[in-house]
């Protein structure tokens, strides 16, 4: 059983970037998904959150609502988190994790059963 999170790198500010959660051993449409970032310094924050895939209810933190977008592929088994418009506060590593619980405000997961490694975004010119 296996989350991982990718797809990070060095961007510009007003650039963007798309991370990528994928699943092994485990089926990730059964779950909720959120992504969370720590950056320099500063606690975890939660960015964003979708809901099991027979609602697939989207919910986002005030910091990223407008410019991050967290949907699912289910072929795939993953998850995604388009960012745009990205400024050097979003400078952080990110993770995914699957759960249950989606908090409306964005974030965050009631309970977390699998957590993804995380991936490095740097947002500097």
């Known amino acids: 059983v296996q989350l991982q999170a990718s797809g990070g790198g060095l961007v510009q500010p007003g650039g963007s970037l798309g991370l990528s959660c994928a699943a092994s051993g485990f089926t990730l449409g059964d779950y909720s998904i959120a992504w969370f970032r720590q950056g320099p310094g500063n606690k975890r924050e939660g960015l964003s959150c979708i809901t099991e895939r027979r609602l697939d209810y989207t919910h986002y933190a005030g910091s990223v609502k407008g410019r991050f977008t967290i949907s699912r592929d289910v072929p795939k088994n993953a998850a995604s988190l388009q960012m745009n418009g990205l400024k050097p506060e979003d400078t952080a590593v990110y993770y995914c994790?699957?759960?249950?619980?989606?908090?409306?405000?964005?974030?965050?997961?009631?309970?977390?059963?699998?957590w993804g490694q995380g991936t490095l975004v740097t947002v500097s010119s």
């Open positions: 994790a699957a759960g249950s619980g989606c908090y409306a405000n964005g974030s965050g997961l009631s309970t977390v059963e699998h």
